[in-house]
């Protein structure tokens, strides 16, 4: 065999480095590989390749690489004592990605190839922010996209039911938002619907779904798992990125999350991508509109609606689009381990927050009108219906149990960051604007998503009168470190707006 290729045994990490797939090498190994720290690698097992960034370390044998768990699983380690290992050159799809960034149209053959590299871990995150860029800049036209969507569901898992699939989605970039599934899932479900709902971490906002549902349950389960639980109780509420659905999108998200960025067309391919891995057929999709949010204007949010539809009609899944109130948070809670309680105590009782409740019942009343449960313009008042009586936490209930949580949990039993500061309000008037923008900021400082206990409690919302000294929010964090910087955000910036009615007395 060339010296460039040699076999080395194989040894799990113990260190942990998230989504960054890595491996490391004795000094000596590396110097006869001819490779550097820092540059990428290619792993063979058997029929299995992936790349990954190079560390060196004289802790590690002669003959021996550690790999990271991210190698361990797409590799199928279990399976090989000993790898091959190559330098990694220039991936192929290279010359396909500098014609994207001139700006040139690619064909079906060449996005696959160059998502399949990505999913490879042929490119490093120089390489995928230069494809992000690009998507930002430039955009896709509709054949694009769709070949964009198509190959983001081939190079990975798509789970199959034998029967018609529902599911509800936010594009999400509002606080407060992540609960919302938490009430619409198991509404649906209980009707009989199959919603086997899968959905991301949190990538600029403080909470996702799976990162408030992680809160009570599991969330992290295998393609046969999540289809033995949807069947079994009819709802799920997952994360996605455990069933390798669309790889590329968890790839993406890792980037855009670090870089900021959210362009419409990834924003659409990621959605609708994962969709189709899951089988999804009738998808209701929730873009909220105003001040602070990803989308500010109706005309924006209208745009994109209309790049949903033309892919949803050209992916055949049937969808309806609710442009929903974005101007403030939703309910009173921001961060995972609040946004669970405030879910939680609205299914306990049947009634909640007049925006988290209209919310979930419109979105949920929506698919209950494609399905077939209710007649046309009658699905809000059934799912009103079905979160008072009580069925949809019993059925949330058994959701939690099938996914390993407690159903007998109770919203004080949530633990929450203990190191708090209440913001009270210094004049008398009413709440004119809460400033998503800063509420999330401030949230994300105090720690989440990544803490979950870390958030921000809301006591009052636009249109409350308030006086002097009273309670406007309350910032949760686990260290006094993240609470001052929370709190040095909201010390700079009006995160609640109140306003007196008297403005200015002349002379």
């Not at 983001?152 to 509002?174: C, K, L, Q, R």
């Not at 470190?481 to 009006?494: G, R, S």
Request: charged share 25%.
């Amino acid at each position: 065999m060339e010296e460039s290729v040699r076999r080395f045994r194989v040894k799990a990490s113990e260190v942990q480095a998230g989504s960054i797939d890595l491996v490391m090498l004795n000094p000596s190994d590396a110097l006869s590989l001819g490779v550097l720290p820092g540059e990428r690698i290619q792993i063979i097992c058997s029929d299995c390749s992936c790349g990954a960034a190079l560390i060196v370390s004289k802790s590690v044998e002669q003959g021996t690489v550690v790999v990271s768990e991210g190698i361990q699983e797409r590799i199928k380690i279990t399976g090989c004592d000993t790898v091959h290992i190559v330098p990694l050159g220039v991936p192929g799809s290279l010359e396909f990605l500098k014609k994207r960034l001139r700006g040139e149209k690619l064909g079906a053959k060449e996005i696959k190839a160059i998502i399949a590299d990505i999913v490879q871990g042929y490119y490093d995150d120089a390489g995928i922010a230069a494809f992000l860029s690009a998507q930002t800049m430039r955009g896709m036209d509709e054949e694009e996209l769709e070949y964009l969507i198509r190959a983001m569901v081939e190079t990975g898992t798509v789970v199959e039911f034998g029967e018609t699939v529902f599911d509800e989605h936010s594009i999400g970039g509002v606080p407060g938002n992540s609960k919302v599934a938490l009430l619409a899932v198991p509404i649906v479900a209980s009707t009989g619907l199959l919603i086997p709902k899968t959905s991301s971490r949190a990538i600029t906002s403080p909470a996702g779904t799976a990162d408030t549902m992680e809160v009570l349950a599991r969330v992290a389960f295998s393609p046969d798992e999540l289809r033995d639980i949807a069947k079994k109780v009819r709802g799920v509420l997952a994360w996605g990125g455990s069933l390798n659905l669309a790889p590329a999108d968890d790839i993406f998200v890792r980037v855009e999350r670090k870089l900021g960025l959210d362009p419409p067309v990834q924003l659409v391919a990621s959605i609708l991508a994962k969709k189709l891995a899951m089988s999804v057929s009738n998808l209701v999709l929730d873009i909220p509109v105003g001040k602070g949010a990803k989308v500010e204007t109706e005309t924006e949010a209208e745009k994109l609606a209309s790049m949903f539809m033309q892919q949803a009609g050209r992916l055949g899944i049937k969808i309806r689009i609710a442009l929903t109130y974005g101007g403030e948070p939703i309910g009173f809670s921001v961060g995972p381990a609040l946004e669970a309680q405030e879910a939680l105590e609205t299914l306990i009782k049947g009634e909640g927050s007049p925006s988290l409740v209209t919310k979930a019942c419109s979105l949920a009343g929506l698919l209950l009108e494609i399905g077939g449960v209710s007649g046309p313009g009658k699905g809000f008042e059934k799912a009103c219906e079905i979160l008072r009586s009580g069925q949809a936490y019993a059925k949330f209930r058994e959701i939690l149990e099938a996914q390993e949580g407690d159903p007998d949990i109770k919203p004080e039993d949530i633990e929450l960051g203990k190191y708090t500061y209440t913001l009270e309000a210094t004049t008398e008037g009413t709440v004119t604007h809460i400033d998503n923008h800063i509420i999330t900021m401030a949230a994300r400082a105090a720690g989440a998503p990544q803490d979950k206990k870390a958030g921000i409690r809301l006591h009052a919302k636009v249109g409350y009168r308030v006086s002097r000294g009273d309670p406007l929010l309350t910032v949760h964090a686990s260290s006094k470190t993240k609470l001052k910087e929370a709190l040095q955000i909201l010390a700079v910036n009006a995160g609640i707006v109140v306003e007196g009615m008297l403005i200015k007395v002349l002379p």
